[in-house]
C-alpha cells in the first residue's frame, strides 16, 4: 500500500475518533438537543463510514506489505545466499593463498638461512689475509680481463725487487695495482660495542692504512719504470668510503703517490684507460698509414723517373726507326738505279746510318 493512501486513512480515523470524543463530551454536558442528536447520528455513521474504510485500508495495506515483505525476504534470503558462497570461496581462495604463501616463505627462509650460512663461512674465510687477498686479486683480474686486452694488463707482474698484484701497461711506464688492504681493525671496530674499544681499533686501523701506502709507495713507485703514482685497490665499498672520508688519509696517500679505489671506481679508472688506450691505437694506425703512404709515394717518384726514361728511350728508338726508314728507301732506290744501268747516280747505301742510340 503507499503512504499516501496509509496516510490519509490515519487521518480520518483520527478525525472520527476527534469527533467521537466531542460527541461524547456533549452528551456529558448533557446538551442533547435535536440538532445534537442529528449530528451524533450524522458522525455516528460518518464513523461507521470511516471505520469500514479503515478496515478495508488496513486490510489491503497489510496484504500489500506481508507480500512485499515476503518477496523482499525471499530476495535478501537469495542475495544472502549468494553472498555467503561468494564469501565462503573467497576464504577458501585466501586460505589456499595464504597456505602458498606460507610455503614460499618457508622455501624463501629457507634459501636465506643458507645463504646466510654460506656468506658467514665465506666472512670467516677472508680473515685470512691470505684469503681476502686472494679474494681481491681474482675481482681485480676479472676486471682487467672484461675492460683491457690481454697485451695491456698483468696480474703477479715482476716490479723492481718484487711482484706486484696486476700492472697495466702505458707508453710511460706501469701503473701498479696492489690488493692486499688491512682489514682486520676495521672488522673490530665494527665488532666492538664500547666506545673506547671501538675508538682504538679505528685508531689502528687508520695506522694500518698509513702502513700500506707507505709500503705500496716504496715497492711500487719507481719511475721512470713505473709511473709516479700507484693505486691501493679496496675490495669493499664501505671499507673505502671509510677511507676517503678521512681527509688525512687522502693527503698521506697524495703525499706518497697512491691512490685509493674501490671495486666501482677501478672500474671508472680501466674504462678511462681503455678509451686512451684505444685513441692510442688509433694514433698509432694513423701513424702506420702515413708511414705507408710516404713509402708509396717514394716509390711512385721512382716509377715516375723509370717511366719518363723510357719514354725517353721510346722517343730515341722512333727517330732512329725514322732514320732508318729513309736509309732503306735510298738504298732501294740505288737497287732501282743498278737495274736500269744509272751508276753514276748511286749513292753509297747507308751513308747516313750511324749508330743506334737508345739512351
Known sequence: MPLSELSVAIAALLIGLVGGALAVRALKAGRRSDETSVAVRALEQRLDVVNAEMSRTFAQAL???????????????????????????????????????????????????????????????????????????????????????????????????????????????????????????????????????????????????????KEIADRYVLPPETLDVAFMFVPSENVYYEVIGRPELLTYGREYHVVPVSPNTMYAYIQALAVGFRGMKIQEEAKRVQEMLAQLSTRFDKFQDHFTMVGKHLDNAKNQFERAMRDVERFDATLQGVKIGRLEEIQPPFAEIGPLKLE
Do not use: H
Request: hydrophobic share 30%; proline share 4%; with cysteine.
Open 63 to 213: 496484504q500489500q506489505a506481508t507480500q512485499s515483505l515476503t518477496g523482499t525476504i525471499g530476495t535478501v534470503r537469495e542475495e544472502t545466499r549468494a553472498v555467503r558462497e561468494e564469501t565462503r570461496a573467497a576464504i577458501q581462495q585466501q586460505s589456499l593463498d595464504v597456505t602458498q604463501t606460507l610455503g614460499d616463505l618457508k622455501a624463501t627462509n629457507s634459501r636465506i638461512l643458507e645463504q646466510s650460512r654460506s656468506l658467514d663461512e665465506f666472512q670467516r674465510m677472508l680473515q685470512s689475509p691470505k684469503l681476502r687477498g686472494d679474494f681481491g686479486e681474482f675481482t681485480l683480474e676479472q676486471m682487467l680481463r672484461d675492460l683491457l686486452p690481454p697485451e695491456q694488463y698483468e696480474c703477479q707482474a715482476s716490479i723492481g725487487s718484487g711482484r706486484v698484484d696486476a700492472l697495466i701497461r702505458t707508453p710511460y711506464g706501469a701503473l701498479c695495482i696492489d690488493c692486499k688492504f688491512p682489514l682486520d681493525n676495521f672488522r673490530r671496530a665494527l665488532q666492538e660495542t664500547e666506545g673506547p674499544a671501538r675508538d682504538a681499533a679505528t685508531k689502528q686501523f687508520y695506522s694500518d692504512v698509513k702502513g700500506r701506502i
